[in-house]
């Protein structure tokens, strides 16, 4: 059936010259680059006549960094990128899979432009071992490339891709470590902020998409690691999905983790490890939540000269509770898959090392054969 061949091409064709400087001393650091991008692309589906796109983007790039004090640093950047549709994006051909879900590409798609900037400062103090580390990103797209959609009276839909003005992402971490000196402990706080506004044209009219996402994570890792080192810790993620067409199908989910991490070497030759962790995913157009804890074990054997060579026994997903499961909420339908994924498997590993680790300052190479 010619209408629903999938015999598509896609070639892209680009040059890009560029002229760059750098200056460096024993405090600063500053590069700049300049490049033009000029590129064609050509997509080409059977027994039709093709389209070719053709382009020119200038690319600018900036990065600084400045030690202003011994372990405190500040640094700044922005450069531009240029992002080609991919081929499911361009191939123009329906998939009619789901009859109350038609998709198709398009080939008249123009690359994306990105914008990408931000600010980082760190702070560490060598006597106390605190460091604070900040960062704060932002991501401006021209010619994002996003799904459009028409929806008719029977709310069947269909789907295609199509170049908007504008995108923006903003996002901004934070992350804390100190010593528990009396507990032999460190805690490692981390705080994340994320903003993005997206544009999705529904019927013709333009559905602005705004997302919050609030998220904290808590580590403590013990400080004598000779020979046995622990983590314990625990995430929280929440996210707010707004739409300015049909407010009622905002949304609100979170995700709730607990993870621990356990190693034990009581020899040069033996090592132990443990790991586990536990999600939790709710939304509130679903009733159920999904809870999956996953656990692995691996014990390893090290023998020959310097260690060289390994042998280890891993188990993965000792509870056998691993899930495929993809949940989601459109205009018109809510959608839960549950897809067949690898759940408990044990595997044997031997690894050998063609250099002692460190002692030519040269990377290493390892041969490693696996048997499952």
Known sequence: NDSLSVDFRRNVFYTRPAISIEKNND?????????????????????????????NILLPRLRWEYEYMQGKRIGMRYESSVNSPNISELQPVVNNANPLSLFSGNQFLRPEQLHTGGINWLWFDQFSFTSIFANLSGTYTHDKINMARSVDQNLAQRITYVNVDDDYRAELDVNFSTPIRKLGLMIELGFNEAYNRSLTPVNGLTNINTNYTHGAELTLKNRNTDKISASVGALVKYTEAQYSIQADLNNKYYSIGLFTD???TPTDHWNFSFTADVSRYQSQSFSNAVSIPLLQAEVSRFFMKANRASVSLKAFDILNQNSGIQRVSELNYLQETRSNIIGRYVMISLK????????????????DIKNR
């Open 352 to 367: 050998y090392k063609l250099s002692k680790l460190g002692s030519s300052g040269g990377p290493n190479v390892k041969i």
């Open 262 to 264: 356990l190693n034990y």
């Open 27 to 55: 405090k600063t650091r500053f590069s700049a680059a300049l490049a033009l991008e000029n590129g064609t692309i050509n997509s080409n589906l059977v027994n039709t006549q093709g389209v070719s796109t053709t382009y």
